[in-house]
C-alpha cells in the first residue's frame, strides 16, 4: 500500500487530490491522509527558507509521517521536511511552480518534484483581458459612482471617452502560456498585438499573427501594455520610470502576472500627469497593500485581490495534472512535469 498526504488548502481542497489520484492511479493501493491550510484566507508568505508557502512545516511533518507521496499546492515542503521525510519520494504540486518547495534539497534527498505548468492559464487570461476592458472603459470607476448616486455623463464626454481595442496597439510583456491566449483574444476584438520576450523567435510570432519587438519599442507604441512575464531576478522591476515613459499619453496599464515586475513608485504621479490614462491590478508588490497605499486613492485604478487564475477549473485542473503525474510514477514512468529532471537520471527504475 502507498501512502500519499493531500495536504490541500481553502482552493484546492484535499478532496480534490484525493478524488483525482483514485481516479487515475489505477490498480495501485493508496492509503490517504490529509491537511488543509488557511490559504487564500490567510496569507501566503516565506516559512524555513521557501517562499509562498502556507501552513508550518510542523503541520506538514505530522501529516506526512511515513506518506512516499504528497500532493500539495502551497505547503511548505523545506530543507528540515525532507531531511525528516525519508519515506517521500515524490511530491506534486499544484502550482505553475515549485516555489513552496526547497528544490535543491529535494533533488539532494532525491524526491521528484513535479508542477502544474499552464494550469490557469485560460483563468488568468481571460481576468487579463477583463481588466484591460475595464480599464479602458472607466467600468469600475462608473459602476462605483452610480452606486454613490453619481450619474457621470461626463464620461461620455469627449475628453472623458475611453478608448477601443478595435484598432488599438496592445504591448504583452511576456508570451508564455497565458500571453498566448491573450493575443488571441485581442485579435479577435480587431487590436495590433506587440509581444516582448527574449525566448520568444520570429517565426513562432509571425506564425501568431503578433510582431515581436523589443521592449522599449513596445512602451513607446502601446496604448494598453500587460504583463505576463515570469517573475525571475532578471524580471524584478521590469517595468519601471525609465520605460513608463515613454509610454503614449493616456496609455492603460495592466498587471496581473507578478508584483515584482513592476515598479509601484511611480504610478502615483504617471496618472496624475495623464501619462497613464488608467491602471489595473491583481498583483502588488506588497499583498496586501498597506490601507493607505497611495493608488486606492488614484483615478481610474481598478484593484482586485490577486484572483486572476481563481476558478473552480482551474482548482480541477491543477489535481488532476498531480494526480496525472503521480499515477505516471506509481507506474514505475516518467512523470512529464518535472523540475528537478536530474533526479530521474538517477532513478533506474522508472521508464521513459
Excluded at 497565458?178 to 520568444?200: K, N, Q, T
Aim: net charge negative; aromatic share 6%.
Amino acid at each position: 500500500m502507498t501512502k500519499v498526504l493531500a495536504a490541500g488548502d481553502r482552493f484546492v481542497d484535499p478532496q480534490l487530490f484525493v478524488s483525482a489520484l483514485t481516479e487515475q492511479a489505477v490498480g495501485h493501493d493508496l492509503s490517504f491522509s490529509t491537511m488543509k491550510t488557511g490559504w487564500p484566507v490567510e496569507p501566503f508568505g516565506p516559512v524555513g527558507g521557501v517562499r509562498e508557502a502556507s501552513g508550518t512545516e510542523q503541520q506538514v511533518l505530522e501529516a506526512l509521517g511515513d506518506a512516499e507521496i504528497l500532493a500539495t499546492q502551497m505547503a511548505p515542503v523545506t530543507a528540515d521536511v525532507l531531511g525528516k521525510s525519508p519515506n517521500l519520494r515524490f511530491v506534486g504540486v499544484a502550482r505553475g511552480g515549485p516555489v513552496n518547495v526547497d528544490l535543491a534539497a529535494a533533488t539532494e534527498a532525491g524526491v521528484i518534484v513535479s508542477y502544474t505548468p499552464a494550469r490557469n492559464a485560460a483563468a488568468a487570461a481571460e481576468f487579463a483581458v477583463g481588466l484591460i476592458l475595464a480599464a479602458m472603459r472607466r467600468i469600475a470607476d462608473s459602476n462605483a459612482e452610480l452606486k454613490n448616486g453619481n450619474w457621470r455623463g461626463d464620461y461620455y464626454a469627449y475628453e472623458q471617452a475611453g478608448l477601443e481595442l478595435e484598432g488599438a496597439t496592445v504591448g504583452l510583456v511576456g508570451y508564455g502560456a497565458i500571453g498566448r491566449i491573450v493575443a488571441r483574444v485581442l485579435s479577435a476584438f480587431g487590436a495590433h498585438v506587440l509581444v516582448s520576450d527574449p525566448f520568444v523567435g520570429r517565426e513562432e510570432a509571425d506564425r501568431d499573427g503578433v510582431r515581436l519587438v523589443e521592449l522599449d519599442d513596445l512602451m513607446r507604441a502601446s496604448s494598453v501594455v500587460s504583463l505576463h512575464a515570469r517573475l525571475t531576478p532578471e524580471t524584478e522591476h521590469l517595468i519601471n520610470a525609465a520605460n513608463l515613459a515613454l509610454l503614449p499619453e493616456g496609455a492603460v496599464l495592466v498587471n496581473s502576472a507578478r508584483g515584482g515586475l513592476l515598479d509601484y513608485a511611480p504610478l502615483p504621479d504617471l496618472l496624475a500627469s495623464g501619462r497613464l490614462g488608467g491602471v489595473a491590478l491583481d498583483v502588488y508588490d506588497v499583498e496586501p497593500p498597506p490601507r493607505d497605499w497611495p493608488l486606492f486613492d488614484a483615478p481610474n485604478v481598478i484593484t482586485t485581490p490577486h484572483l486572476a487564475g481563481a476558478t473552480r477549473r482551474t482548482a480541477d485542473r491543477a489535481a488532476a495534472i498531480v494526480a496525472g503525474d503521480a499515477a505516471l510514477f506509481l507506474d514505475g514512468r516518467r512523470p512529464r512535469h518535472v523540475a528537478n529532471p536530474e533526479v530521474l537520471e538517477r532513478l533506474e527504475d522508472l521508464s521513459p
